[in-house]
Each structure stands twice: as structure tokens, then as C-alpha cells.
């Protein structure tokens, strides 16, 4: 199903990662950083980036931020374009450079069409949700596909492959220890040289990435949870402890930047419209 949410953030950070659906991350207010094949963005207000499917990116918001989120699955698109997985969105809208193009804003007046009918929630409203949303896609596919000589990948498929298979490894054994002797024996690489290769194609070391997505679990369940979650029984193992180590971590996730996991900002998110199928 497409997922569509709004949702507030201060200072949160989301860790590299990947996904095969597209998404699209629209600013209503404040900025948001962003890092995604090796580049930098800085979105303000009003702008529009889109992640095309497969790649790794990291996002963070810049003080008080809220953003409309769109994600719309691979085989949504590659039902109705055969073919897809070649095919690459241009990425970054800035606000400023296409406030006078009618080709853009009518883009971005059916996201906000979206938005709107979302936050309203009027009785049979999914069906105009799709309308718009199949506007919003058109409009991106007649006039924002890349050329074939622009959608170039920068990072080549072995290491994108390889990166992929490391995040996705962590994310699965993040609770276990994961040391840099271990995790380099598993990929068949030299300590020295995985050291190097992730620093240079993630931008932080590898013992950094994997502290970063505990602390955003960690976050993540005593945030989203009244009760320690089973996994910290071992923690925090008495009920009267569980306030007092809350507030430990709340603590330390926010002076490590507030990171939180790539799931959270789409937990109060809802399907709202069905794949299509032909």
C-alpha cells in the first residue's frame, strides 16, 4: 500500500539506510539535511526530495520541523511502468529556484491536496487521495525522469550491494555484539580496509553507525511503549526502575543528536490508498 503521514520532529536523525520504495519528503516548515549517494542537501520550507528506490541516505531535521511524507512501493510503480527499476526521479525541489514554474507548483498543490484531505479524514476522502496522488505521479513522470546520462549511480552496484547487506545486517543483529573483527569476517574483508570502506561511502566509522541504531531502538521502545520493552528486561528488570532509566536514555539520545529509527516517522502513519492492480 502507499503510506502518507505528517508528523513534527526536533533535531531528529535518521540513520543511513535503504528501501526499495520511493519516498518523498516535503518541508511544511523548518529545514531538514540531508545526505543521500554521497551528497548534501539542505531543504527549507516548501521544498520537495525525493529517494528513489534502493538508495542509502540519512536525514536530520534542523530545530522544529514538519514534513509530509509519501512512500510509494516499487511494485506500485513497476506495475504500471515495466521496466521501472531503470528508471531514476530527479531528486532535490528547491522552493526558491521553482516558485514560478506552473510545472512544479501544480506538482506540489496536489501533495498538499493530499496533506489536506489526510488531516481531515472526511468520510470516502481515499478516493480523491488517489486522484491526486496519480496527478502527483504523472506530473513527476512526464516532466522529472532523468535522463539515461544523469541517473548514473556515483557508488557502483558491488558497493552499494555490499553497503546494503552491512545496513541491513545491522538493523537485523543490532542486539548482539557486533564487533569490527566479526562484522569483517562475515563480508571477507580485512579490519583495516572495512574501517576505511565504510568511513568513506557512510561518512561516520562502523562501532559510530551501530551506536547510533541501538540508541535509536532504544529510543524507539521507551518512547513508543508505557512498559520496558522485553528486550531490556535484562536492563532495567524492576517495574520502579523503568521511569528512572527511561530518563537516562531520553537524555543521552537527545545529546547524541535525538536520533531515531527510520520506522518512526511513518508509526502514526496510515495506508491510504491500495497498490493498484491492472
Known amino acids: 500500500p502507499v503510506y502518507f503521514d505528517i508528523y513534527q520532529s526536533d533535531n ?63 511494485d506500485f510503480f513497476n506495475q504500471m511502468l515495466p521496466g521501472f527499476a531503470s528508471i531514476r526521479f530527479q531528486e ?23 496533506g489536506y484531505l489526510y488531516k481531515n479524514e472526511k468520510n470516502g476522502y481515499q478516493f480523491l487521495f488517489g486522484s491526486h496522488l496519480h496527478h502527483f505521479l504523472y506530473i513527476l513522470y512526464t516532466s ?18 555490499r553497503l546494503k547487506d552491512i545496513i541491513t545486517y545491522v538493523e537485523r543483529h543490532y542486539m548482539e555484539p557486533l564487533s569490527l573483527s566479526d562484522i569483517s569476517d562475515r563480508f571477507a574483508l580485512n579490519p583495516e580496509y572495512f574501517c576505511r570502506f565504510f568511513k568513506k561511502n557512510m561518512g561516520f566509522t562502523f562501532l559510530e553507525y551501530v551506536n547510533m541504531v541501538r540508541l535509536s531502538h532504544i529510543y524507539s521502545d521507551l518512547r513508543y511503549s508505557t512498559v520496558c520493552s522485553k528486550k531490556y528486561t535484562a536492563v532495567c528488570p524492576r517495574k520502579s526502575a523503568i521511569s528512572s532509566r527511561q530518563a537516562v536514555y531520553m537524555q543521552r539520545f537527545r545529546q547524541q543528536t535525538s536520533t531515531v529509527h527510520p520506522q518512526n516517522s511513518v508509526i502514526n502513519s496510515r495506508s491510504v490508498y491500495p497498490c493498484f492492480q491492472p
Not at 25 to 47: A, N, W
Not at 144 to 161: A, G, I, M, N, W
Open 92 to 114: 532535490y525541489f528547491s522552493a526558491e529556484k521553482y516558485k514560478n514554474d506552473p510545472v512544479f507548483c501544480e506538482m506540489r498543490d496536489h501533495l498538499l491536496t493530499m
Open 144 to 161: 522529472y525522469v532523468l535522463p539515461q546520462s544523469q541517473s548514473t549511480v556515483s557508488q557502483d552496484t558491488k558497493t552499494l550491494t
Open 12 to 74: 531528529q536523525l535518521v540513520p543511513s539506510h535503504w528501501h526499495a520504495h520511493v519516498e518523498i519528503l516535503y518541508i511544511s516548515s523548518g529545514s531538514m539535511h540531508v545526505i543521500c549517494r554521497e551528497e548534501s542537501f539542505l531543504l527549507h520550507t516548501g521544498d520537495i526530495f525525493l529517494v528513489n528506490s534502493g538508495d542509502i541516505h540519512y536525514t536530520r531535521t534542523i530545530g522544529r520541523t514538519e514534513t509530509y511524507l509519501l512512500q510509494i512501493p516499487f
